[in-house]
Nanobody
Framework: QVQLVESGGGLVQAGGSLRLSCAASSRAFSIYTMGWYRQAPGKQRDMVALITSDGNTNYPDSVKGRFTISRDNAKNTVDLQMNSLKAEDTAVYYC?????????????WGQGTQVTVSS
C-alpha cells in the first residue's frame, strides 16, 4: 500500500506559477512511475505529466513547455512546476503512482489538491 499526499495547490492569477508536491509513503518509491493528473468539474481526469523510474518524462501538448515534473527518490517526492498558468488549468490535481507487476499494475492515487487560476 502506498499513501500519496499532495500539497501546494491554491489560487493564482493567470500567467502565474504554482508548484505542487506529492509525498509518497513507499520505500519502493524509486521503481514507481509517477504522474500528475487533473480533473475539472464535469470533465474526465486527464494526465498532465508522467515521470518514469528512469526519469523519462511525458506531457500532453496542452501543458508542454509550461509544466515540468521532477522526482526526488531520496525524499520520496514528485513535484509539478506549473508556469504561465491559464484559466483552463483550473482543476483538482491528483498524484498517481503506478508499479507494473507484468500481468497487472498496482495503482495508487492521492486525495487531490485544488488549483484555481483566475483570469
Amino acid at each position: 500500500q502506498v499513501q500519496l499526499v499532495e500539497s501546494g495547490g491554491g489560487l493564482v492569477q493567470a500567467g502565474g506559477s504554482l508548484r505542487l508536491s506529492c509525498a509518497a509513503s513507499s520505500r519502493a518509491f524509486s521503481i514507481y512511475t509517477m504522474g500528475w493528473y487533473r480533473q475539472a468539474p464535469g470533465k474526465q481526469r486527464d494526465m498532465v505529466a508522467l515521470i518514469t523510474s528512469d526519469g523519462n518524462t511525458n506531457y500532453p501538448d496542452s501543458v508542454k513547455g509550461r509544466f515540468t515534473i521532477s522526482r526526488d527518490n531520496a525524499k520520496n517526492t514528485v513535484d509539478l512546476q506549473m508556469n504561465s498558468l491559464k484559466a483552463e488549468d483550473t482543476a483538482v490535481y491528483y498524484c498517481k503512482a503506478v508499479r507494473s507487476l507484468g500481468w497487472s499494475n498496482l495503482e495508487y492515487w492521492g486525495q487531490g489538491t485544488q488549483v484555481t487560476v483566475s483570469s
